[in-house]
Structures are given as C-alpha cells and as structure tokens.
C-alpha cells in the first residue's frame, strides 16, 4: 500500500508564496500522474495542477501564471510552487497520484494540507 505525506501548509499573507510537497512512500510499482486538488469550505473539490510521469503539466484558469507544478520522479515526490497568493486560493490542498502494483492500478490521496492566505 502506498501513502501520500503532504507537506508545506500554512499562514501566508496576499502576494506571499507556499510550496507545497507530496512524496509517495510504501510498496508500489510505479507512480503515474499526480495532481493537486483544493476544497473551500462549502465548495466542491477542484483539479489545481497535474503532471504526468512525462512532465506535461495541466493547470486550472485561476492559477495559471502564479502556481507552478513540478516533480522529482527519483524521490516520488510533487510539489506546488505558489506565489501571488490570493485570499480565494485558501482551501485544504489535496495530493492525489496514480499508482501500480502487481499489476494492478488505483488512485490514493493525501491527508491534505491547510493553505490560509489572510493579511
């Protein structure tokens, strides 16, 4: 069984920066694409970033330009490079990866991790 440990949360003010970080521990085979998603207190859960194995990287309209995704596929690890942070970016941020083992395939996520962007 895999485990995502999120890292990186916390207290920044508007136009302050955060890096979050997920590394993917325990058995696995390989890890596929990993994302980060966000939920706001009363909101769905959104798609913030993805990449895949590759490194091709996808990002939601709001975030784009101030939000960088970007892995260490030796460590198994993604991270969330954030700046220019803005009130509406608070959210709980969720890791989630793709994984296979003995030749089976599934999706695990993280604990998550609080973001609160507050002067």
Do not use: H
């Not at 998603?37 to 990002?59: K, M």
């Not at 995704?69 to 969720?94: C, F, G, H, W």
């Not at 993280?110 to 962007?117: A, L, S």
Request: net charge positive.
């Amino acid at each position: 069984q895999v485990q995502l440990v999120e890292s990186g949360g916390g207290l920044v003010q508007p136009g302050g920066s955060l890096r979050l970080s997920c590394a993917a521990t325990g058995r696995f085979s390989r890890i596929l694409t990993m994302a980060w998603y966000r939920q706001a207190p009363g909101n769905l859960r959104e798609l913030v970033a993805s990449i895949t194995s590759g490194g091709d990287t996808n990002y939601v309209d709001s975030v784009k330009g101030r939000f960088t995704i970007s892995r260490d596929n030796a460590k198994n690890t993604v991270y969330l490079q954030m700046s220019s942070l803005k009130p509406e970016d608070t959210a709980v941020y969720y890791c989630k990866a793709g994984v296979t083992y003995n030749f089976n395939a599934y999706e695990k996520w993280g604990q998550g991790t609080q973001v609160t962007v507050s002067s």
